[in-house]
């Protein structure tokens, strides 16, 4: 995917759920993976044009699996001149010695979140970009279909009233194979993922069974994110389309 589509994709995103508002500092939550680095990299361009100014963070939660090192996120954030938070947690002694939960994603999840939005909130920022592609919303609404009975999938935007925060996710319309191109033709490295479950998560089960559907039914992915778009489920924000 050329920048200039993907800048394309994340600003229709932006103004059709009316992401941005003037003089908000936005961070970007970076993982280290090829979705967050493509994000911080597209808002940073963004960043510089955009009408409504806002400032450009990053934060990264260092959840303390051994060998994860964020210093080339650091790095990154340098050399497109944005500051960097990282938070630094045990979150992985607690969910795998401590709780030995069976489900660690949630659990980890949960508390990743809260542990970025303290700091968000002592920070002064009061939105987090969260880089969820178009894929990752027609899995969590396949993932919901199975395992709770029901149509749904997180929302562009959503307001944290107990910490304070305004979650967007600016490259809702963006195909994940797009952004890896992206993300390859830019150079930019990301950084491995030392997780002992990553690769055999319920997520990844939705992941290849969509793929599956998808080569056997050509075109079903598009057609279930326009269900997903189109589905008005209460807690989405009405669409600002011209």
């Not at 950084?191 to 002992?196: A, D, I, L, R, S």
């Not at 279930?224 to 489920?233: E, K, L, S, T």
């Amino acid at each position: 995917m050329q920048q200039q589509k993907l800048l394309s994709l994340i600003r229709q995103a932006i103004e059709d759920y009316n992401m941005i508002e003037e003089g908000d500092k936005i961070a970007v939550g970076v993982s280290g993976g090829k979705d967050s680095l493509a994000l911080l990299h597209a808002m940073k361009i963004l960043n510089r044009f955009y009408p409504k100014k806002f400032e450009l963070y990053a934060i990264t939660c260092n959840v303390g699996f051994e060998g994860m090192d964020f210093t080339g996120v650091r790095k990154f954030c340098e050399s497109i001149n944005v500051p960097y938070e990282q938070v630094d947690t045990e979150i992985a002694k607690i969910v795998f010695e401590d709780n030995k939960d069976e489900r660690p994603c949630s659990l980890c999840a949960k508390l990743r979140k809260g542990a970025m939005y303290k700091r968000l909130g002592e920070l002064g920022i009061n939105k987090i970009a969260y880089a969820h592609n178009k894929d990752d919303f027609i899995e969590t609404a396949l993932m919901s279909l199975i395992y709770e009975g029901r149509f749904y999938a997180f929302p562009p935007v959503t307001y944290l009233p107990e910490a304070g925060v305004t979650v967007i996710r600016p490259m809702m319309y963006a195909p994940e194979k797009g952004v890896a191109n992206f993300v390859i033709n830019q150079g930019i490295k990301v950084v491995k993922n030392t997780c002992p479950v990553d690769g055999s998560t319920k997520r990844e089960y939705a992941k290849q069974l969509m793929e599956q559907i998808n080569r056997e039914n050509p075109g079903t992915k598009d057609r279930i994110m326009h269900a997903v778009v189109n589905g008005r489920f209460e807690d989405w924000p009405e669409v600002h389309r011209n």
